[in-house]
């Protein structure tokens, strides 16, 4: 009974996702928009398979990805041991925490002057930027993930014999675990979105430049294509994301599934 | 972000004094203390002041932009002028389109099924990259910047208006049915007020999502707005300018926040306990 529904559900949602498609070729097809600026799907698969070989795509990929995990696990380590220490020691938390939330509204991409003036053109300015990304989202929300701690888990805890560091480790790093995993999710879907802006502004490869590349030399489906590659490789990272937690969550909190 | 105190925190307090001070002067002290300390640390050449210019030299730059400007001419208040303008077109444009059109996909299941893999295909499009398309289509101008943002604020919203209106307890609807509303009723004084609270806690999401969004998008083809002051100040290997650039972009991001927190509160006087974690 719930398969059946499940794939009736899925069924039609390919249809949605298929009269997109159709409405899009239809408009260019019928020339309604001019097809140079607005091309087809078939064009840009065409496009795409013509043009774009795929060792140079995956080229583009990789270093895209690299950048982007590379960046992200950085800023998520250095946040999550932050928000969480911070957390734990209040008179730090009070210190630290401050600055933190000045320099938090700064978008990460307006770092960039100042990311290339510290670091060069090289690849540390764009792991930089992607680090910023990262860590103010799991900063965040690991400091609030420990601030709203039931404060009679840690008591338990104590009654057990719990105590300094082991208490940290068994009871308030476990419970504040889902607040750090949306924080996790923020991060990455942001850290994402700056990666391919400083692509497009400062880099020889990556996702990001080849959009930029096509635009120099007029190349609109390649355009096209690499935004949909981009939207599809956010996708899937991030629902690799979400099912990681979920998983390995379900150990802790039986009640409650992180948002979607 | 108050809280009951952990047993942690009782066994600290007495044993730190610091933790009697009010947050506030702990909080000011803190940022006083780095700000001497960077000061201390560029003038005994501890740091390059090419690449950290010290607070009193970004006083001083902060100062010129405010009168004269940078690029000259354009002060400050241009530049958050042309930020928060641009940032306020795109926004209700696209918050204008989101409702009505969530309103309709999410009182039908199987409209809402066949949009739901196109929604979230469109949010995980990163926004920035439609920026060299958008260009294509209406040139380097105001309209590719407007654009851009009306489209990072459009999904955001919609998703929240659809979430919204599934969420809405039948039984109100069931209520008002049995009392004799009429359908176009209950949509306006059922249905929509009950799911304003997520609505609200969308806009909100997007609101900061479109202020990440015009720092690149200003980073082209522009010399008036934040992104594009921190943009020369690349060009000019001023470092001094793109913090104060960024110093502007604190405040304003700070401001903005605090008065969607306020606006919330005197509007959706009924929404409390909804707290949305995205920024």
Do not use: C
Request: without cysteine; positive net charge.
């Amino acid at each position: 009974m719930k398969d059946k529904t499940f794939s009736r559900n899925l069924w039609i949602s390919w249809l949605g996702v298929l009269i997109v498609l159709l409405a899009w070729q239809m408009i260019t097809s019928l020339q309604l928009i001019n097809p140079s600026i607005f091309p087809s799907p078939y064009q840009v698969a065409q496009a795409a398979f013509e043009r774009v070989s795929l060792t140079e795509l995956m080229e583009h990929v990789r270093a895209s990805l690299t950048r982007v995990i590379f960046g992200f696990a950085i800023g998520a380590g250095i946040g999550i041991f932050v928000g969480v220490v911070s957390g734990w020691y209040r008179w730090l938390g009070k210190i630290v925490w401050t600055p933190i939330e000045l320099l938090r509204p700064i978008p990460p991409l307006a770092w960039i002057s100042l990311a290339l003036i510290w670091f060069g053109l090289g690849e540390s300015s764009k792991i930089f930027i992607i680090f910023l990304a990262a860590f103010f989202p799991v900063v965040t929300n690991a400091y609030k993930g420990m601030l709203s701690i039931d404060p009679d888990l840690l008591r338990v805890g104590q009654t057990m014999g719990l105590q300094g560091l082991r208490l940290l480790w068994k009871i308030a790093l476990p419970a504040s675990l889902p607040d750090i995993a949306t924080g996790i999710r923020v991060g990455w879907s942001l850290s994402f979105g700056s990666l391919v802006a400083a692509e497009m502004l400062a880099a020889k490869t990556g996702l990001g430049y080849m959009i930029m590349n096509a635009r120099e030399q007029g190349e609109i489906s390649i355009i096209v294509y690499g935004i949909l590659l981009i939207g599809l490789l956010n996708l899937l990272t991030d629902n690799l994301i979400y099912r990681f937690i979920l998983k390995h969550q379900l150990k802790w909190h039986f009640s409650t599934q992180p948002s979607s | 972000m108050k809280r009951s105190t952990t047993p942690s925190s009782d066994r600290l307090t007495r044993r730190w004094t610091i933790l009697a001070w009010p947050d506030w002067v702990i909080g000011i002290a803190s940022v006083v203390a780095l700000l001497l300390l960077w000061e201390l640390a560029v003038r005994l050449e501890l740091l390059s002041a090419r690449s950290f210019p010290m607070p009193s030299k970004l006083a001083q730059t902060l100062w010129t932009l405010v009168t004269v400007g940078f690029p000259r001419g354009i002060t400050a208040w241009v530049h958050v002028q042309a930020t928060v303008l641009r940032i306020l077109k795109g926004y209700i444009v696209g918050v204008t389109l989101a409702i009505p059109i969530g309103l309709i996909i999410g009182r039908s299941t199987m409209l809402e099924q066949m949009a739901r893999p196109v929604i979230t295909f469109a949010r995980s499009v990163a926004t920035i990259s439609l920026l060299p398309l958008a260009v294509a289509w209406f040139g380097v101008g105001e309209l590719t910047r407007v654009f851009l943002i009306t489209y990072a604020v459009f999904w955001v919203v919609l998703t929240s208006v659809i979430d919204g209106v599934k969420q809405v307890d039948p039984n109100y609807i069931r209520a008002a049915q049995i009392l004799g509303t009429s359908p176009s009723q209950i949509f306006t004084r059922v249905v929509l007020p009950a799911s304003l609270p997520r609505i609200f806690a969308g806009m909100k999401v997007a609101l900061g999502l479109a202020f990440l969004v015009i720092v690149a998008v200003e980073m082209i083809g522009t010399i008036e707005g934040l992104g594009a002051l921190i943009q020369e100040a690349r060009t000019f290997y001023r470092s001094d300018a793109s913090m104060v650039g960024m110093f502007f972009m604190a405040l304003f991001g700070f401001a903005l926040a605090k008065g969607l927190d306020l606006l919330e509160k005197l509007l959706l006087p009924w929404a409390t306990g909804l707290e949305e974690v995205e920024r």
